[in-house]
């Protein structure tokens, strides 16, 4: 039975020790590389942040201030439109989503004017969804879909980086970012199936489904955006088929 086998072992040569060396970057590639981290850091933290540490006003606040560390000084102006002054305003839609929950919605204005003329066209209007938690209202979503919902500002986060991003590379052009913050919460105050949303532009929304929220916030962005007739509008956000 032993004769059926055999073994062979070749030669082989001592083995040789690899050395791993790094290629050295160029200083415009080292900027480059500085630049996509720190917009990616400031969007996957306050993506993964809780909605106990980020409400509504304080997802407005950490935006304005994170495109404020990284753009030059002067260039950046913002208003954070809150609570009561978001019915005087008209942003009835942003108002409405948020009016549930006991933290206050809000509305991030913010202009970056690298040109230093205040009359300067508007380039482009950024508008980010910011539900800072989306239980679905009375809609309500089961608790398997509910556990990832403190992410449902992730278009907030992602378009603020972004902005971020584009500033840290000398983006010279006049940007607008605008984000609305809300919390999706069931409650006495809470949002109804069969409310009607009256928007600042005259159009009238039927609500038939509080998880369809998305579109009701940022609805008032855009209306927002288009105020400035930019030659640009992106808007980023998380939608789902509610």
Known sequence: LESIWAFHQGYRNPKKHG??????????????????????DFTRDIINKTAEEVAPRQ????????????APE???????????DLLAEG???????GRGSDRTSAMLQLDYNPTGDENAPVFACLVGKGIT?????????????????KADMGGSGTITGGLGLAILRGLNKRVKL???????MVSGRAL???DIITYKNGKTVEIMNTDAEGRLVLADGLIYASEHNPELIIDCATLTGA
């Open 59 to 70: 997802l407005a606040t950490m935006a304005a201030e994170f495109i404020k560390s990284v």
């Open 178 to 184: 605008i984000l609305c913050c809300a919390e999706n």
């Open 192 to 194: 109804k199936l069969g």
């Open 74 to 84: 002067g260039t950046v102006t913002a208003r954070i439109v809150k609570d009561k």
């Open 91 to 97: 942003w009835e839609g942003i108002y409405a989503v």
């Open 133 to 149: 938690f989306d239980s679905g209202g009375y809609s309500l979503k089961p608790s398997n879909f509910m556990s990832a919902m």
């Open 19 to 40: 050395l791993l060396e790094w290629t050295a970057l160029s200083e415009e590639d080292q900027t480059e590389l500085q630049a996509r981290i720190k917009a990616t």
